[in-house]
């Protein structure tokens, strides 16, 4: 029996695996994450405060109004969005996927809101930064500026001091995600003074 050897050279075989490999149709997304886009009228303030009832704990209050564009969007009621805060503390945390998400929901000192990280993100060792949570969800009340449109607002509790924080609220519409345009703030130390009894 004779045994017949072929040399092939290794830019035929490169040529080969690239015509192998199928080409992906026009328009089609390799993941089925849902589609997320900015919207400029939806923004959201900051107002950082050191907290009344515990010693050196760094408070920051956000306030936001669902812009009308956003909350026609897609279906979605301003009543009954599906709101998250999200908050990252790395520079492009949230395109890397280095941020916490805070749902927003009804919460109070004795049941508040903790962050969770993005899917992929939770067996990672938690940031300091990251451990906080929302302790306070003021109810909804007219804007001056935007009449009709509800000024709503949390109180996130234990943010790190000396840390710049990035904020963005996301709402869940039947075409993705829209979420708002950032806003950064820095948490700023809470001194205390201890007398000694």
């Given amino acids: 029996m004779t045994r017949m050897l072929v040399q092939v050279s290794p830019i035929a075989l490169i040529i080969g695996c690239l015509v192998v490999r199928p080409a992906s149709p026009a328009g089609a997304q390799a993941t089925n994450e849902p589609r997320t886009q900015s919207d400029s009228t939806f923004t959201v303030s900051c107002e950082i405060f050191c907290s009344d009832t515990k010693l050196r704990t760094v408070n920051a209050r956000l306030r936001w109004t669902l812009a009308k564009a956003i909350a026609t969007a897609g279906g979605v009621n301003a009543a009954a969005a599906k709101v998250t805060l999200e908050a990252t503390v790395y520079r492009d945390g949230f395109n890397k996927g280095l941020f916490v998400q805070l749902p927003i929901g009804t919460a109070s000192p004795r049941q508040p809101i903790v962050g969770i990280l993005p899917l992929g993100r939770a ?54 995600r829209v979420v708002s345009v950032p806003v950064t703030c820095r948490a700023r130390p809470c001194p205390a003074d201890l007398i000694d009894r």
């Fill in 123 to 176: 067996a990672q060792k938690p940031v300091r930064a990251f451990q906080i949570q929302i302790v306070e969800t003021e109810p909804a009340r007219g804007d001056a500026v935007s009449p009709g449109e509800p000024v709503r607002a949390v109180v996130v509790e234990n943010l790190e001091p000396g840390v710049t924080y990035t904020w963005r609220l996301a709402v869940e519409t039947t075409t993705g």
